[in-house]
């Protein structure tokens, strides 16, 4: 698969590697494309690259001398034999002193879970030797809660020593699209299942029908993805029956506390925990209303899964578990068509919007320059008013308010007037953003009635969207 996007963490990396010295920690759940950005970054450079794994350190160490011995072109390095880490990194520092060089260590939680002392001998290792060696360091891994602890942690021995950070996200849906091959509307409900995991792109291609490679990969018992949410579970250590029930309950659409809360039978107090580690490891995130100055501390958040494959399993897999292991494919297909594109796929293209929206102001396409993009609703998503897309331009006193449609029909003016009226009567958009211009916009798949168009001319307040380019 070819290399896609990650532009600015290339642009990052590149300006890491012209400092003079160089410590930076890359970390991000399972398949999100974290050794792919490095290898892309070493192309041309002057590189050690050694994957950890779950072996003796007597073993580590081995391979990562072999490393060394192919990169540098020294066989008897393949022979010698290592018992301390300092050697190793000593013959890397030596290596064209006056070249610069790039050391990754990659999955290295697997180093500190053979050896809890790694970190403070990497630590020694970066003060003495390999700082002023002319040595870019690179840690990487996939398990966040672990990176988190002993390499960015403030008890770490490695806290200090690190020049850049980066937890790498999932590639946004513009990036993707621009190199697919297919329509609009198949690429968003693609994306709606895969949530721009690149490992996961792999299992599906382009123009082939999504319903077919469902099948192959997540419905069948042999299928990569038919387990994946499990692995990622448990490569956390996230066990316990209540992190399932609490995902389950809010893929199947609860999303305030007191309401999951009430349908696991616990108090909310109880259940903190649980949502802090989650939130902590990615796999939910807390959503306030844009009008929220504080948005940590607003007690209107609800709680969405982050990752649309693993809301796409709990919502069309978990529950059917039995008759999949029966090869009865046939009843998750059912469930799909009475729901995945009006409520399943319409729910991931309001944020597939909120990404074209923060690109066209990017690529100046829009006169808009946000400072922070999300949604706006009153009380919960079962209130008065819900307004799909908000973002604030607090430099140029504007405010953004879009709706996004995935119909089959052309959109009509009705959902602007709509619109319009919802953001009148949003006392709260008022208060929060007093005196500020409103720019409307609707996102639409099926693109616009010619009634909406001629509006849309005559009106300097609102801007169309038709899949992803401004009409």
């Known amino acids: 698969m070819r290399f896609i996007g990650r532009k600015s963490e290339l642009s990052k990396l590149d300006a890491e590697y012209n400092r003079d010295s160089s410590f930076v920690v890359i970390y991000g759940r399972r398949r999100v494309g974290k050794t792919t950005l490095i290898k892309e970054f070493l192309k041309e450079k002057t590189a050690f690259y050694f994957l950890a794994t779950e072996e003796l350190e007597s073993q580590s160490m081995k391979r990562l001398a072999g490393v060394v011995a192919r990169t540098t072109k020294n066989t008897l390095l393949q022979k010698a034999v290592f018992t301390d880490w300092v050697d190793l990194f000593q013959v890397i520092a030596d290596y064209k002193p006056e070249e610069k060089k790039v050391l990754v260590i990659d999955e290295f939680p697997y180093l500190v879970k053979t050896n809890s002392a790694f970190p403070s001998i990497l630590q020694n290792v970066w003060d003495e030797i390999l700082k002023d060696s002319n040595v870019m360091l690179i840690l990487s891994g996939s398990f966040i809660s672990m990176m988190q602890k002993h390499a960015l942690s403030y008890d770490s021995p490695l806290y200090g020593r690190r020049t850049a950070q ?3 996200a999932p590639l946004p849906f513009t990036d993707i699209y621009a190199v697919q091959k297919m329509p609009f509307d198949q690429a968003v409900e693609q994306y709606a299942v895969t949530g ?5 792109l792999e299992f599906f291609e382009d123009g082939r029908p999504l319903e077919e490679q ?3 990969t997540v419905l069948s018992k042999s299928g990569f993805l038919y387990e994946e949410p499990n692995f990622l579970l448990k490569s956390e250590s996230v066990t316990a029956v209540n992190y399932f029930s609490i995902i389950k309950t809010i893929a199947d659409g609860n999303h305030k506390l007191g309401k999951i809360a009430g349908i696991l039978g ?3 107090s109880s259940l903190t925990p649980y949502l802090s580690t989650l939130l902590d490891l990615g796999f939910i995130e807390k959503r306030t209303p844009i009008t929220k100055k504080n948005p940590e501390k607003s007690r209107k958040g609800l709680y969405f899964i982050a990752d649309n494959f693993i809301r796409f399993w709990f919502r069309y897999v978990y529950p059917y578990k039995g008759e999949l292991e029966l090869d009865n494919m046939q009843i998750v297909l059912d469930e799909m068509h009475k729901d995945f594109r009006e409520k399943f796929v319409a729910f991931v293209y309001e944020d597939i919007c909120k990404t074209i929206f923060v690109e066209l102001c990017r690529n100046e396409e829009i006169t808009f320059t946000p400072s922070r993009s999300g949604s706006y609703w009153l009380n919960d998503f079962d209130g ?14 504007r405010v953004f308010a879009g709706e996004c449609k995935y119909h089959a029909k052309p959109v009509d003016a009705q ?11 949003a006392t709260e958009i008022r208060k929060a953003f007093p005196g500020y211009e409103v720019i409307y916009g609707v996102f639409s798949k099926s693109g616009f009635t010619q009634r909406m168009l001629d509006i849309a001319k005559e009106s300097a307040d609102i801007l169309l969207v038709n899949e992803d380019h401004l009409v």
């Open 214 to 216: 469902l099948k192959d």
């Open 266 to 268: 616990q108090e909310t």
């Open 384 to 397: 008065d008013t819900e307004i799909d897309v908000v973002s604030v331009d607090h430099q140029n006193k």
């Open 415 to 425: 959902v602007y007037f709509a619109l319009k009226e919802k953001v009148n009567n």
């Open 196 to 200: 721009g995991i690149p490992k996961y």
């Open 166 to 168: 980066m937890r790498l």
